[in-house]
């Protein structure tokens, strides 16, 4: 039994060009389920990631904004976030697995992330979340909270925080073993929640996200994944993307994109992690990476009308 991990982004879940509102949300998910349904029909188990960001971000606006309500820490709103959209993939899964008479279970888990806790980015918080903010409003956030903010503009200025590298899955032979028995597994979403061991050898929680597309990868090299699949906006990976001389890429091998990587073609804010966490996946033992949109997939469930990394490619593809 092969297995895969689909890395869902924003757009699968959220409407790009609507609301943002739960029944939308809904919506946009079972629109973005015909890939599952794919996968299963080539003998392939799913397991499902996905982003988190502007839940997350709202989630955490809910008790910063009201005084009537206690303050929760970032990595207990990452868990909250987890759970519901978890709830919500999970839900719209049974029922399209109803509608065509396929007979998996789907469990979501909330997955704690092992990260160090003397990870670089903890000492320099980088990654932006939340709403843009005035300086008065910011200055605010930093002595009620004891936030870190940077400038980003004129008189605006956001919450940043660390992104540490995932170190380890801490349920992966769960979800393994899940899935070797054939169920379909939700997990890591929103990269997971982070957390260290500390001086006693216990877990502790961080206020920090992790990268869901590297988070991803780690899991599938640590169930033993043949193929990642990550969702994004558009169709293709390009070089020099929105320039005039932009090249999208088709058929790419893992060391095509290493030196592309090397070049500096992808932006970390932007491509860059997405690239990074392909590359991880295909070095520790992954086979595949199709990186492309659901829409794509619709068209074309193979995936090669996306971007697909190989470590190299058959004559007949």
């Known amino acids: 039994m092969r297995k895969a991990v689909v890395?869902?982004?924003?757009?699968?879940?959220?409407?790009?060009?609507?609301?943002?509102?739960?029944?939308?949300?809904?919506?946009?998910?079972?629109?973005?389920?015909?890939?599952?349904?794919?996968?299963?029909?080539?003998?392939?188990?799913?397991?499902?990631?996905h982003g988190n960001g502007p839940q997350v971000g709202n989630a955490?606006?809910?008790?910063?904004?009201?005084?009537?309500?206690?303050?929760?820490?970032?990595?207990?709103?990452?868990?909250?976030?987890?759970?519901?959209?978890?709830y919500m993939i999970e839900q719209s899964l049974i029922n399209r697995l109803r509608e065509e008479q396929i007979d998996r279970q789907v469990v979501t888990l909330?997955?704690?992330?092992?990260?160090?806790?003397?990870?670089?980015?903890?000492?320099?918080?980088?990654?932006?979340?939340?709403?843009?903010?005035?300086?008065?409003?910011?200055?605010?956030k930093v002595e009620k909270f004891g936030w870190t903010v940077k400038q980003i503009g004129e008189d605006k200025w956001r919450?940043?925080?660390?992104?540490?590298?995932?170190?380890?899955?801490?349920?992966?032979?769960?979800?393994?073993?899940?899935?070797?028995?054939?169920?379909?597994?939700?997990?890591?979403?929103?990269?997971?929640?982070?957390?260290?061991?500390?001086?006693?050898?216990?877990?502790?929680?961080?206020?920090?996200?992790?990268?869901?597309?590297?988070?991803?990868?780690?899991?599938?090299?640590?169930?033993?994944a043949e193929s990642l699949y990550i969702f994004t906006n558009v169709e293709r990976v390009a070089l020099n993307y929105g320039q005039p001389n932009a090249q999208e890429l088709s058929l790419v091998t893992l060391a095509e994109m290493q030196e592309h990587m090397a070049h500096g073609h992808f932006p970390p804010g932007d491509m860059g992690p997405k690239i990074e966490a392909s590359i991880q996946f295909l070095e520790n033992g992954g086979k595949e990476v199709i990186i492309t949109s659901v829409e794509c997939i619709?068209?074309?469930p193979s995936g090669h009308g996306g971007t697909v990394i190989r470590h190299q490619f058959d004559k007949k593809l």
Not at 171 to 195: F, R, S, T, W, Y
Not at 196 to 208: P, Q, R, V, Y
């Open 7 to 49: 890395a869902l982004g924003g757009n699968a879940l959220s409407p790009p060009d609507a609301v943002d509102t739960i029944a939308n949300q809904f919506k946009q998910t079972r629109q973005s389920l015909d890939t599952i349904i794919s996968l299963l029909n080539r003998g392939i188990i799913p397991v499902i990631t």
């Open 60 to 86: 955490a606006l809910r008790t910063e904004s009201l005084d009537s309500v206690p303050y929760l820490p970032l990595g207990i709103n990452v868990a909250d976030t987890e759970g519901g959209m978890g």
């Open 110 to 140: 909330i997955s704690q992330v092992l990260v160090r806790e003397d990870d670089p980015s903890i000492l320099n918080p980088s990654k932006y979340i939340g709403a843009k903010l005035s300086e008065s409003d910011a200055q605010q």
């Open 159 to 224: 919450r940043v925080v660390p992104s540490p590298e995932p170190v380890d899955i801490i349920n992966a032979e769960v979800v393994k073993q899940l899935m070797d028995l054939g169920h379909i597994v939700i997990a890591v979403g929103g990269g997971g929640v982070p957390a260290f061991i500390d001086s006693d050898g216990n877990l502790e929680g961080l206020d920090a996200v992790i990268d869901k597309d590297k988070a991803s990868a780690l899991l599938g090299t640590q169930i033993g």
């Open 298 to 300: 619709k068209r074309d």
